[in-house]
């Protein structure tokens, strides 16, 4: 069957090359076969046929020369094309890959002649590969389809479907890494040979057949092909590595620190620099006693529940988690990577965590679990950021007199709190609502520390803390004592409860009580035991009276103060 579309002196080259190319094949394989059964008596006849059928090639390529160009001038090649010809050359020098196997190499030999087919897939066998035969273009796409081969070594010129149209198919299925095609071609113009590369061929070799060059190709492709799968399953076990060293490191550091340590071989290595950075701390108050009588399972799901809610309202912030100590967590705005805006995010941030603590607690309540409350403090600053540590065991982390700075802020938090200083009231620019200024003399800081009551930032509100205090019908009696850091002051004090809520109460007392400052206080209520609270000074109230907050009520005492609000409540209407 002729093609239309192919040039008749081409066809007549090939058909002129293609006998004579079998002739040699034939007798290159005939004379191995003779070598390796010890019948050397046939090895010279069979080198003189294969010298004659070469000769008559030669005579055939000055008789039909290779059809020119488009150019204009022929292009023929041999065995290699010329310089300036694009073609996938084998690899340079490399490190040894283990033996190939060949018995387990499936190769797939496409073309119409039978000859050819038997010759090649012969020759192919005798060297341990599985080497199988399809007559046709249409026949070696459904074996593909069908089963699977690791080389395929395609005709370029076949009735029906062209090598071509073979090559075209089977990219469109497979990339050139998955399945290496070599074009075998008795066309020798360099037109043919780079359409046959610009279609996805790997490679091609020539008729009359070299076969130590079509097994060169076809080793160098499978070798190839193997160090291509090894690349992509080593790249496979480090994007799980990746991957399981984001899910384990994720928990502690946030995505972009995990990302600067696997992109950075420097990454891991100790050392810090100077940064400004935003610091946001937070603690539960009183969490020891509400804890009292839980089981250890009820504890940890408490705290586990609150800390994965808070790490997500800080990630999602933007923060880095520097570490978790107890119920308190540390967050850095402004490390490892600097923005603009790390104090406006860090004062959301803040605000955005005691919203989440209201939909916490709603979920505790339906699992009988306490209520929690928490403070938090937010302070700008200079520190030193990096890794700290040693060669075994190292942590992403922050030093510097701010860390100790915004601790001291937040150990003068209440709960539902947030405290900002004014550092980060000026960074976080416009739109930041504060109530009352606020100087706090924290040990080990030589003025006062200057701090804001957040209240809000844009159209984001902090949950209202301060409960609506109710007068109570008798003032109860109490002695309190100042508590300065873990020590509480013998002096005692006389003080009264005049009126009461569910978080805090006004109290009125001879001594002059200061904003921020801590106390114990023992209630003394009519017909009842002594009961111990904590709590802390907010502001000053009319008539030299201060209104508190309480820090730690146990369940039971929660209980009894609720009950006692509503009883002062309904005594009103």
């Known amino acids: 069957m002729t093609d239309p579309k192919v040039d008749p002196r081409a066809r007549l080259r090939h058909d002129l090359r293609t006998p004579l190319s079998q002739i040699i094949g034939y007798a290159e394989l005939l004379r191995d076969e003779a070598r390796d059964h010890g019948d050397t008596g046939y090895v010279a006849d069979l080198e003189k046929i294969r010298t004659a059928a070469r000769r008559a090639l030669e005579v055939a390529d000055e ?71 399809a007559a046709d273009g249409e026949g070696a796409l459904r074996r593909l389809d069908e089963e699977r081969f690791d080389v395929v070594l395609l005709d370029v010129m076949m009735p029906g479907l062209s090598g071509l149209d073979v090559l075209r198919g089977v990219r469109r299925r497979w990339p050139e890494s998955d399945l290496p095609v070599i074009m075998v071609t008795a066309r020798d113009a360099t037109e043919d040979v780079v359409e046959a590369l ?56 946030s995505e972009e620190v995990v990302t600067g340590l696997l992109a950075s071989p420097e990454g891991p290595k100790l050392g810090g620099e100077h940064r400004r950075v935003t610091l946001l701390m937070s603690d539960l108050r009183g969490f020891t006693p509400l804890t009292e009588g839980l089981s250890p399972e009820q504890v940890l799901r408490l705290l586990n529940s609150y800390l994965a809610t808070m790490a997500d309202v800080i990630l999602a912030h933007q923060g880095t988690i520097d570490e978790f100590v107890g119920d308190g967590i540390l967050a850095i705005f402004g490390a490892p990577l600097a923005r603009p805006d790390d104090a406006r995010r860090a004062v959301s941030c803040a605000a955005a965590m005691q919203a989440a603590i209201v939909g916490l607690n709603e979920r505790n309540a339906s699992e009988g679990l306490p209520r929690l409350e928490m403070g938090v403090a937010v302070h700008t600053g200079e520190v030193i950021v990096g890794n700290i540590g040693s060669e075994r065991r190292t942590k992403y982390g922050v030093v510097g007199s701010a860390v100790n700075r915004a601790g001291r802020i937040e150990s003068f938090t209440v709960g539902g709190q947030v405290l900002i200083s004014d550092a980060t009231r000026e960074e976080a620019g416009e739109g930041v609502r504060v109530g009352a200024r606020l100087a706090i003399d924290a040990k080990g800081t030589r003025e006062p520390i200057v701090v804001f009551d957040l209240r809000g930032l844009g159209d984001q509100s902090l949950p209202d803390a301060a409960d609506e205090v109710v007068p109570l019908p008798v003032p109860m009696s109490a002695v309190g004592h100042v508590v300065e850091g873990k020590r509480v002051e013998a002096q005692a004090f006389e003080a009264a409860l005049t009126e009461l809520s569910a978080h805090g109460a006004t109290i009125a007392s001879p001594r002059r009580l200061r904003p921020l400052s801590n106390l114990k206080l023992e209630l003394r209520p009519e017909g009842r035991d002594p009961v111990e609270i904590y709590a802390k000074v907010l502001a000053p109230a009319p008539e030299g009276a201060v209104s508190v907050r309480f820090t730690s009520l146990p369940a039971e005492i929660d209980r009894w103060v609720r009950g006692l609000v509503a009883e002062a409540r309904r005594r009103q209407q």
Not at 90 to 115: C, I
Not at 224 to 234: A, D, F, S, T
């Open 63 to 133: 008789a039909v020369p290779p059809t020119p160009s488009p150019s204009g001038t022929a292009s023929p090649f041999l065995e290699s094309p010329s310089p300036g010809t694009p073609f996938v050359a084998a690899p340079g020098p490399r490190p040894p890959t283990p033996p190939l196997d060949a018995s387990a190499v499936r190769l797939l030999v496409v073309d119409d002649n039978e000859l050819n087919r038997d010759m090649l897939t012969r020759r192919l066998g005798a060297r341990g590969f599985q080497a199988e035969g």
């Open 198 to 253: 610009q279609a996805g061929a790997n490679d091609y070799v020539t008729k009359p057949l070299d076969f130590p060059v079509v097994l060169a190709r076809v080793e160098t492709q499978l070798t190839l092909k193997r160090q291509k799968e090894e690349i992509r399953r080593l790249a496979e076990d480090l994007e799980l590595r990746n991957a399981f060293i984001r899910s384990l490191f994720g928990r502690y550091v």
